[in-house]
Each structure stands twice: as structure tokens, then as C-alpha cells.
């Protein structure tokens, strides 16, 4: 771990801050999306932000912490202006009718708030409010206050819980996180590719 921790510091590093920040932007843009955010493990991004923080290779856990929730809160908003504009289309309309997930929607409708906010926290849970707000017609405004809210506190609890780990741990802790977000990535991506096999083959 302090092998793969010392080198993504070391690469780090070597980028300029605008880069390194774009990167960050972009990484934590992509989690906020629905689907591409099911594959990424809630709240990785800004552990890894956090942690690298901690190392003088990202300025102040502060900034990065608005840099995360902020472009968080952009994914999700746009994973909810997509949801409004095919909301007809049969997949995505079938990820609220559908029998199978009622009671999961019917608990989320009653608890809105509570999920858009605190579920952000939750890996797969986090990238499904905006999809599903949008096809239940949850008032733009509305739910563009609870993203808000809920990116800002996943960007800042994820930040400062990143780099008080990495004081904590030591450096090793970033490599702890980035093997958890690879290994994650992998093992939904591989899995989702089994079921599709699987389906394909039932047609």
C-alpha cells in the first residue's frame, strides 16, 4: 500500500494545480451521475481528495471540499434534467413503475428529503434520487435544495474524513481508498457484463 500510495502522490504532484483540480471536478462530476455513479463507490472521490489533501498535494481540505460537493451537486443536477427529458422512455420509466422496486420507491417518495440528502453517502443509493425525481415530477427547485444540501455535506464529511484518516494511517490510507475504488469499479463492471450475457442468451 505505501508503494501505490507514494506513487499517486508522487504522480500528483508532477500535474499542475488547474489539472489536478479538473481532475478532481471531473471525477466528482462523474459520481454524481446516475448509472456511471452506481459503479463508482459513494464517496471515494472525496476520501482520495481528502487524503491527498492531507499531503500537501491539494491546498486546503476546505477548497477541495467545495470543489467536491460542488461538481457533485452539477452530475446530479444534470442526471436529473436528463431523467425529465426521457422519463418516457420504457428503462428508465420501469426504474419507478416497475413491481419489483415499489416498495424501495414508495419508502423513497414518503422520505424524499431524507434520501436525496443522506443517501448520497450510500454507494449505489446516492447516483437514483435525480432519476427518479425527475420522473415522479419533483419540483426543480425542490430537489435542486436537497442535491444541494446533500453534495456539500457528502464533499465536506468525505474531505475532512480523507485527511484525518491519512494524518491518522499514514500515507498507506490513499492506497487503501484507490484499491477500494478500482476493486469496486471492477467487480460492478464485470458483474453487470455477466448479467447482460445472461440475458442475452435468455432471448
Known amino acids: 500500500m505505501e508503494n501505490i500510495s507514494t506513487s499517486v502522490i508522487e504522480l500528483m504532484q508532477s500535474v499542475s494545480y488547474p489539472i489536478k483540480i479538473l481532475i478532481l471536478s471531473l471525477f466528482s462530476f462523474a459520481e454524481g451521475l446516475p448509472v456511471i455513479g452506481t459503479i463508482l463507490p459513494g464517496g471515494t472521490i472525496a476520501l482520495l481528495a481528502g487524503g491527498l489533501s492531507s499531503q500537501g498535494v491539494l491546498i486546503s481540505p476546505f477548497v477541495v471540499a467545495v470543489v467536491v460537493g460542488t461538481a457533485g451537486f452539477l452530475g ?69 435544495v436537497y442535491s444541494l444540501i446533500g453534495s456539500y455535506l457528502w464533499g465536506f464529511a468525505g474531505v475532512y474524513a480523507g485527511n484525518i484518516f491519512t494524518q491518522y494511517f499514514g500515507p498507506k490510507f490513499i492506497g487503501i481508498i484507490l484499491v477500494v475504488l478500482v476493486g469496486s469499479v471492477l467487480v460492478i463492471s464485470i458483474r453487470a457484463l455477466i448479467k447482460r450475457k445472461i440475458n442475452l442468451t435468455k432471448v
Not at 420507491?105 to 440528502?117: E, K, N, P, Q, S
Not at 443517501?119 to 427547485?141: D, E, N, Q, Y
Open 76 to 144: 446530479d443536477m444534470v442526471g436529473f434534467f436528463l431523467g425529465r427529458k426521457f422519463r418516457n422512455i420504457s428503462w428508465i420509466s420501469n426504474l419507478v413503475t416497475h413491481e419489483k422496486y415499489k416498495k424501495s420507491w414508495d419508502l423513497f417518495d414518503r422520505h424524499l428529503a431524507m434520501v436525496t440528502i443522506f443517501g448520497k453517502l450510500l454507494p449505489v443509493v446516492r447516483s437514483t434520487p435525480s432519476l427518479f425525481a425527475a420522473i415522479k415530477g419533483v419540483r426543480t427547485r425542490r430537489y435542486m
